[in-house]
């Protein structure tokens, strides 16, 4: 009989399916751009914060000469008599009180009185200040007035004359006491005392007695 046929080869296993390949990874998007940084906030004035300097204040008046005040009388001021005029004369015009006038003559310089009609007094009515309901005033200078007119009596005036400088101010200072004397120099000290002289050699002692001989016994 004829040899038996070798057995076919069993067939190969096909290969296994490769794996799917990943799908691809969209990009990242672009990051967003970042919003502006805050504006820091505006200073808030704080309690420490120094305030605006103020505005420069005005120069005060330059002050006035001591002066006091004497009332010489109705009637326009006058040197000695009713008829012997000061060198210069102004009339002020319409002021509503006697201070007004006073502080009127006290600014200008080389017065030396002043004359002033009050609102219920004027009976003229120059620069219409009847009218007005004011007062008048008039000042005077260069010399010193002691007497008014004879006319015009509804005027009253004042002679201002100058005081006398008041004497510097003491100092309360006390005055300063005198510098203390020198201390005294100490005592000299007194001269070391002279020594001793020695003293004398001591005598030696007189010799002893000799003890004295036994009595005899009585009999």
Request: aromatic share 6%; proline share 36%.
């Given at each position: ?156 005036s004042w002679a201002l004359r100058f005081a006398p ?20 120099p100490p005592p000299p000290s007194p001269p070391p ?27």
């Amino acid at each position: 009989p004829p040899p038996p046929s070798p057995p076919l080869p069993s067939p190969v296993p096909p290969p296994p399916p490769s794996p799917p390949l990943p799908s691809p990874v969209p990009p990242p998007p672009p990051p967003s751009p970042l919003p502006p940084p805050p504006s820091p906030p505006s200073p808030s004035p704080t309690v420490g914060s120094q305030p605006s300097p103020p505005p420069p204040a005005q120069s005060p008046l330059p002050p006035l000469p001591p002066l006091w005040e004497v009332l010489l009388g109705n009637g326009y001021c006058r040197q000695t008599s009713s008829t012997d005029r000061l060198a210069w004369a102004e009339q002020t015009g319409c002021l509503r009180t006697q201070e007004e006038c006073r502080s009127s003559c006290s600014f200008r310089a080389g017065c030396t009185c002043y004359s002033y009609a009050s609102p219920a007094d004027i009976e003229d009515d120059y620069n219409g200040c009847r009218e007005q309901g004011l007062g008048r005033c008039n000042i005077y200078g260069d010399e010193q007035a002691f007497a008014t007119s004879s006319s015009n009596q509804y005027y009253q005036s004042w002679a201002l004359r100058f005081a006398p400088s008041p004497p510097p101010p003491t100092s309360t200072l006390p005055s300063p006491s005198p510098p203390p004397p020198p201390p005294s120099p100490p005592p000299p000290s007194p001269p070391p005392s002279p020594p001793s002289p020695p003293l004398p050699p001591s005598l030696p002692s007189p010799p002893a007695t000799p003890p004295l001989p036994p009595s005899p016994p009585s009999s």
